[in-house]
């Protein structure tokens, strides 16, 4: 049910998720409890509640869609997140032979080269900039630049070889250093429709407290049902 929830509440969460957002201010999982807890207390005191003016078809039936639509929010934010984890680990594994092969590859155009100022002043370009996506564009730059003089290369005994894959692995770790950094689309949609989902359902879990705690303002029984028991900690 919360896959259907979160699908009945998707273009709603799309619109919040334009606005400018706060990270939930609990964990996930106790105000997913809480709201569940408060929807089964306040459903005894429809009748009350509705007493006061308070419009339970928009709050309170809704309160269970809101809570299924986060609870599936999280499971896919979740799931990036492990993404962007394995991702991480990948990158740290990845990372120095991929320098390595640059490095390689400078060195081997610097010699091959050393005859051609045109050509090492193409070299000293790539070798400018440092970090890992100019790691990255280094590799992809080195393997066009080498393709174009395969002449010079040749004479040197330069495997080619080795230029495709500086090229493939160009684009594999760009997509690896996307993910770990957590700016794919993907990622950041998913963490964008959590938060949307998570202020959804504090806003009607916001309302019935606001209504409950006035219409048993008088009755404590009652009344403690509407007041959340994260915040008393």
């Given at each position: ?25 609990r ?25 006061i ?8 039936a ?16 979740v ?61 992809s730059?080195l ?84 007041t ?6």
């Open positions: 049910m919360s896959q259907e929830h979160y699908e009945l509440k998707l273009d709603t969460l799309q619109t919040i998720a334009n606005a400018e957002l706060a990270p939930p201010n964990p996930v999982d106790t105000a997913l409890q809480e709201a569940e807890n408060l929807f089964v207390w306040a459903q005894a005191d429809q009748a009350a509640l509705e007493g003016g308070f419009d339970w078809a928009t709050w309170g809704d309160l269970p869609l809101r809570t299924g639509a986060l609870r599936y929010a999280q499971s896919l934010w799931s990036e997140r492990h993404t962007k984890d394995q991702a991480e680990m990948d990158w740290k594994n990845a990372a120095p032979a991929a320098y390595e092969l640059r490095d390689d590859l400078l060195a081997s155009f610097r010699y091959a080269f050393r005859k051609r100022e045109d050509l090492l002043n193409r070299v000293r370009e790539i070798s400018e900039g440092s970090g890992n996506a100019d790691m990255i564009q280094d590799l730059d393997s066009a630049l080498g393709k174009a003089n395969m002449a010079e290369l040749d004479k040197i005994k330069f495997d080619p070889a080795r230029l495709d894959f500086a090229a493939t692995q160009a684009d594999q770790l760009a997509d690896m250093l996307a993910l770990a950094n957590g700016t794919t689309q993907d990622t950041n949609q998913a963490k964008l429709l959590r938060d949307a989902a998570f202020a959804h359902l504090k806003e009607a879990v916001d309302e019935i407290r606001t209504a409950g705690k006035y219409a048993f303002r008088k009755q404590k029984d009652r009344y403690q049902g509407y959340s028991q994260y915040h008393k900690k």
